[in-house]
């Protein structure tokens, strides 16, 4: 028996990088029993000599699971979902970690998963890869997305989001997917677009020796995630090419209004501009959040449990703790405050 | 007398914000005589209540001093170097701090001060501000350019390539003005306009509450300097607007290639830019460099010495060491050298 009540758990990780390895090496200093599996050989064999529990056999690491974090690269989970479904007892909830979530949703949906798969993306990484790279703190105070599929999905929303926090210390966004996507390509997408593009100019500059030399730290922070592996950056590019393409005009106006008061040596237009984002940086910095909780009843409808969750989370509030009392859920949240 | 004999200074810091208090701060930890001013006057006594000397007035500041590092925001720096030259000794070498150096250089040269005049610009900061967030380790290992005024210049560069090697531990990068100024639109003035971008548009959408809530270290770092004091970065902006021109183009072009890629859902296309842009970020992270020395006697003109200096920091290299034997100068250097 996990803290405040959470049984303990036959957890699979299928899928050890940088990710999937963070979530097992956190796994493996709780009381769930915990086992990864990856499609990479010499990473299981990593994996064993830094003391993990890991199978040889798909087949062995699912068999009597309650509970399989998919964690492979972007574009394989649909695939690599119903190869889980195939193998995993019936009962298994099963959730993933990847970093765009309509696509999966669309094949957990359509292949009747609904009741049992809920999309998660722990909003934490790193520019390594690698199950070398993995840490079991990463995802320690880090937002983790999990989004629900409708009210069939909350049992298994309540199970993975009291997970999520008595084991990984992290706090739940519970979010719509397509809502997910839009944000996270501001949050995230278009933020290794930029740091790609600056990299690349660079890259391509008659300057570039002397630019490497006199980088300082914005340039260094400005290009950080474009060390990040290009094949995972891709594919996490191209998954979300629809919310990007939505979401790119906002940056490039405001890239517009900068550069233009900057030519034109515009310092009123450009102090006003520059203050806009200084906002919303100094807001990320020091972000209000009031403490509240709320309660459901077995009176009271799945839907309006749901409606919560996902208009918590959309607007910038998160699950900080989940209490099951019988028929009642507890809800413990931090809603965004007004300083 | 200093180690590698430099002899005691008399030096001046005039202006001591965040930039010009971590100079005094350092200077004051050396055997070097400082004492600091600045305009504030609340600036003056919370540097005497840290125990650093502070004058009350700049000409009791500046008056016997060998050495005067002008510190005060960009803008102000043709004015201030008028004053300081009015009350400094004739024989007073000045150096400033300024993230622009074409600005500075034309009015120091139509001021006469070729021979006593080298820009300076130690490449380390913070989105801090003020005295109090100033730091005497700084600018440990940045590179710290110096820009001399020609042959003129070249007796005062080698005094302060010697002070900033041997009582920064900076590393000293010498350039042209107007290079300088070209590569640091690269270097640090467009990283700032993209930051300001992403932190403005998230400011004016509509998931701006959402965004902050989920933000990962993408977008953390690629919004740091967005939280500079906004006036700070429009005066470096404004008066880097010719190069920011001449360069932007450059980082939009790679822009559109990577959202064109994006859109199109070419994942080769975009792979193919995000390896270039990594090629670059991964050459920033381990910078590969080779020593080097070269010695210059009497013998030899003074042109050669500082076309060498010039070349060395244009093509990404820097000074590590200068020692000087009588009428021979040693350059210790590190020059980029392929893998």
């Known amino acids: 028996m996990a803290r405040d009540g959470l049984p303990t758990l036959r957890i699979a990780v299928v899928g050890t990088g940088l990710i999937g390895g963070s979530v097992l090496r956190r796994l493996a200093q709780t009381e769930h029993e915990v086992v990864g599996w990856d499609l990479d050989p010499g990473t299981r064999t990593t994996g064993t000599d830094l003391g993990l529990a890991f199978a040889d056999r798909l087949d062995d690491a699912l068999a009597g699971r309650d509970v399989?974090?998919?964690?492979?690269?972007?574009?394989?989970?649909?695939?690599?979902?119903?190869?889980?479904?195939?193998?995993?007892?019936?009962?298994?909830?099963?959730?993933?970690?990847?970093?765009?979530?309509?696509?999966?949703?669309?094949?957990?949906?359509?292949?009747?998963?609904?009741?049992?798969?809920?999309?998660?993306?722990?909003?934490?990484?790193?520019?390594?890869?690698?199950?070398?790279?993995?840490?079991?703190?990463?995802?320690?105070?880090?937002?983790?997305?999990?989004?629900?599929?409708?009210?069939?999905?909350?049992?298994?929303?309540?199970?993975?989001?009291?997970?999520?926090?008595?084991?990984?210390?992290?706090?739940?966004?519970?979010?719509?997917?397509?809502?997910?996507?839009?944000?996270?390509?501001?949050?995230?997408?278009?933020?290794?677009?930029?740091?790609?593009?600056?990299?690349?100019?660079?890259?391509?500059?008659?300057?570039?020796?002397?630019?490497?030399?006199?980088?300082?730290?914005?340039?260094?922070?400005?290009?950080?995630?474009?060390?990040?592996?290009?094949?995972?950056?891709?594919?996490?590019?191209?998954?979300?090419?629809?919310?990007?393409?939505?979401?790119?005009?906002?940056?490039?106006?405001?890239?517009?209004?900068?550069?233009?008061?900057v030519v034109a040596g515009d310092a009123e237009r450009l102090l006003s501009c520059l203050s806009e984002g200084r906002h919303a940086r100094l807001d990320l910095l020091a972000r209000h959040t009031e403490p509240a909780s709320r309660t459901f009843t077995a009176g009271e409808s799945y839907n309006e449990e749901l409606t919560y969750l996902l208009e918590l989370g959309a607007s910038g509030g998160c699950v900080t703790g989940c209490q099951i009392d019988g028929d009642r859920v507890t809800y413990a949240v931090l809603k965004p405050a007004t300083p």
Chains 1, 2 share one sequence.
Do not use: Q
């Open 68 to 261: 399989v974090f998919l964690c492979g690269p972007l574009s394989s989970l649909p695939t690599g979902l119903a190869e889980v479904v195939a193998a995993a007892p019936k009962h298994c909830v099963i959730t993933d970690v990847g970093s765009t979530k309509m696509a999966v949703a669309v094949a957990a949906e359509r292949a009747g998963l609904a009741g049992r798969f809920v999309g998660g993306h722990p909003m934490a990484g790193s520019e390594r890869a690698g199950l070398a790279a993995a840490t079991p703190d990463l995802y320690v105070g880090a937002p983790w997305v999990l989004t629900p599929l409708g009210v069939p999905g909350l049992p298994a929303f309540r199970l993975l989001a009291r997970l999520v926090l008595e084991s990984f210390d992290a706090r739940v966004v519970p979010l719509d997917a397509t809502v997910h996507d839009d944000i996270v390509a501001l949050a995230s997408h278009i933020p290794h677009i930029l740091a790609g593009a600056l990299a690349t100019a660079t890259d391509r500059s008659d300057v570039r020796a002397a630019v490497l030399s006199l980088a300082a730290g914005s340039f260094s922070d400005g290009t950080r995630v474009a060390g990040t592996p290009s094949a995972r950056t891709t594919d996490m590019l191209i998954n979300n090419r629809a919310a990007i393409a939505r979401r790119i005009g906002l940056v490039r106006s405001a890239l517009d209004d900068l550069v233009d008061a």
